[in-house]
């Protein structure tokens, strides 16, 4: 407990990291347990009123009470975040895995697809799947539509780090032993890089968010739950500058800011963590 | 020497922009409804009050060929794309997508390439300045500051910049290319007016890009001050200024330059996003208006288009290459 504590103080964006997405999550937690969440679908609340006692956030212009759409979309915005991240390294961990250890024509041509997939640019290409899909989106829908691209990095980065496990000692030793290839894979090398799968699961989940938010904000979201990218995209096409009803663009930038910022510096705390030879640079 | 660079980059080129092409045939294909015929029918239902909806099918169905083999299909439709025949506005029938586009692709383009140049040329210089021994003062003080910039998606900038600049201070317009008042025409006082709204949303790229190159610069920079030409070049008694610019950043310059070209995607994404905050002409706003229509054409035709722009601006940075690369120059005369 005292060597982790210790790692934190070294760690300073890891720790500010955590500390901000805990906060966020408790937030939402202890909101669930107090707070009616019921509320944060239309017409619970009166319309677009200012912060007060009763509705401590306000409400907006479709009466959502926002304390609860705050509570009730950080929990929906961060569960599509962790389902696409985690297929996202799931599937990129099996290809990159695959790729590295069985390599020739099965390598050329994981990699090949990666590297043309990864030059598409993402966010493009989730707008033409997810518009094509009819009907509403629900979050589920959503994670499942990111996590159709997600795999791409942790596939590339994977595949880099078990390239380089290939060619070490105790890797050929257990070769000599006649381990097959799922036994290396298994056995060998993804233990040995848990670190590096946890940071890149923290990085897939980040980038999931970013895109779920991204794609929410121009509507393609659910439009019968509230999570934070939708707000953002009522919030928008109701005109809420124009209405002057602050409270109702301040608060998701508010939350949105402190979850992209968490993520990010507890992604990049986990590389640190992870990777020991960037420590060297910083 | 460019020629070689060239066919040798062509082929990567050609299958970004076949992918690209490939998606837009097939998802609408593969989804349980075709969401092209869904809307169609809707708008058949809707009648008389609309356009001229049998034009619009029997176009649709000879432009997709619906009675050929997919594969026929599949062909006929990349000819249409490799000739710029992007269809028709479902929204707007008479109009074709390639001229709507065409309309909003100088809006995003001025934005994007000055904003993108500005917030390169700044980041690399300060991400080196901050890794560079004798850094001044306030640069050290701000960049933890920067760094964290570098998390926020463009758009959540371009909101709390709206909210700051346009909400509560109201010094800058809250959207728009121009004034709502003001004709495009090509005066002063027009170019004054399309400058001032673009500010903000330009704005938003720069400080949300400054924190990605600086960061990454940092990291180049300290590499490099650790080089045996730098310990030479100081021991020779060059001037800071010199070794700074000329030994450091000069070197730090070539891999960024790489990193740009993979960037363009992204930047081409987010700035969807910035558009659709300030309302702002391009074909950001043009790709949000048809997802609201379920305009499937306007959808396909900018998501293609921005793609292969992508593609292409990537070829030029990779073409430009050699002229910042003196070694490869080098190496093509050999």
Do not use: C
């Not at chain 2, 940092?218 to 045996?228: A, F, I, S, W, Y």
Request: proline share 5%; hydrophobic share 55%.
């Amino acid at each position: 407990m005292i060597a982790l504590l210790r790692y934190l103080i070294g760690n300073a964006r890891l720790a500010g990291g955590l500390l901000l997405l805990g906060g966020l999550i408790a937030f939402s937690a202890i909101g669930l347990v107090v707070y009616d969440t019921e509320l944060a679908y239309p017409l619970s609340a009166p319309i677009a009123r200012e912060p007060s006692a009763a509705h401590p956030f306000g409400t907006d212009a479709s009466g959502r009470d926002l304390l609860a759409v705050m509570i009730a979309g950080t929990l929906l915005t961060m569960k599509v975040g962790l389902i696409a991240g985690a297929l996202g390294v799931g599937i990129g961990a099996v290809l990159g895995f695959v790729a590295a250890t069985y390599g020739g024509w099965v390598d050329r041509i994981i990699s090949g697809t990666v590297d043309v997939l990864l030059t598409v640019p993402g966010l493009l290409v989730l707008i033409v799947l997810a518009s094509s899909i009819p009907g509403d989106l629900d979050t589920t829908d959503m994670a499942l539509v990111i996590a159709a691209l997600a795999w791409r990095e942790p596939a590339r980065q994977i595949r880099a780090q078990a390239l380089v496990l290939r060619e070490a000692n105790y890797i050929r030793m257990s070769r000599l032993s006649g381990a097959g290839n799922l036994s290396v894979i298994f056995a060998d090398m993804m233990p040995n890089l848990l670190p590096y799968l946890g940071a890149s699961l923290v990085a897939a989940v980040s980038g999931a968010v970013l895109s779920s938010v991204g794609l929410e904000a121009l509507g393609l979201g659910s439009r019968s739950e509230p999570t934070l990218g939708m707000t953002i995209y009522w919030m928008m096409l109701e005109g809420a500058f124009i209405r002057g009803l602050w409270w109702w663009v301040l608060e998701p930038i508010v939350v949105l800011v402190v979850l992209f910022v968490g993520l990010y510096l507890l992604s990049s705390g986990l590389d640190e963590f992870a990777n020991p030879r960037l420590r060297t640079a910083s | 020497m460019i020629l070689s660079r060239l066919l040798r980059r062509l082929p990567m080129l050609l299958a970004v922009v076949v992918t690209a092409a490939t998606l837009n045939f097939a998802l609408p294909k593969l989804a349980p409804k075709n969401p092209v015929e869904t809307k169609l029918l809707e708008m058949a239902e809707q009648g008389g009050s609309l356009t001229d909806i049998s034009g619009l099918i029997r176009s649709y169905e000879e432009r997709f060929g619906l009675d050929q083999p997919v594969i026929v299909q599949y062909f006929s439709y990349l000819k249409g794309l490799a000739t710029f025949d992007l269809g028709y506005s479902l929204a707007f029938y008479p109009t074709r997508v390639a001229d709507l586009i065409l309309k909003a692709l100088p809006w995003t383009i001025g934005l994007l390439l000055t904003s993108t140049l500005i917030a390169f040329v700044i980041g690399l210089l300060f991400g080196a300045l901050i890794a560079w021994n004798r850094a001044p003062r306030l640069a050290r003080v701000i960049a933890p500051g920067v760094m964290a910039l570098a998390a926020l998606p463009y758009y959540l900038l371009g909101l709390a910049l709206t909210y700051v600049f346009a909400f509560i201070w109201q010094i800058f317009p809250l959207g728009g290319g121009y004034s709502l008042m003001a004709l495009p025409s090509w005066s002063w006082a027009f170019a004054l007016d399309v400058f001032y709204h673009s500010l903000l949303p330009a704005l938003s790229i720069v400080l949300a890009s400054i924190g990605t190159w600086a960061l990454t610069t940092r990291g180049l920079m300290v590499t490099v001050q650790g080089e045996d030409y730098m310990v030479y070049a100081e021991a020779n008694g060059l001037s800071e200024r010199r070794r700074f610019l000329h030994y450091g950043l000069r070197n730090v310059m070539l891999p960024q330059v790489t990193a740009l070209a993979l960037h363009l995607g992204h930047i081409a994404a987010g700035a969807v996003l910035v558009e659709r905050v300030f309302n702002y002409p391009g074909v950001g706003m043009l790709l949000f208006r048809a997802i609201e229509q379920s305009d499937y054409f306007v959808i396909y035709g900018v998501v293609y288009i921005v793609v292969l722009m992508i593609a292409i601006a990537m070829l030029i940075v990779d073409l430009i290459y050699p002229l910042l690369d003196p070694r490869i120059r080098a190496e093509a005369r050999q």
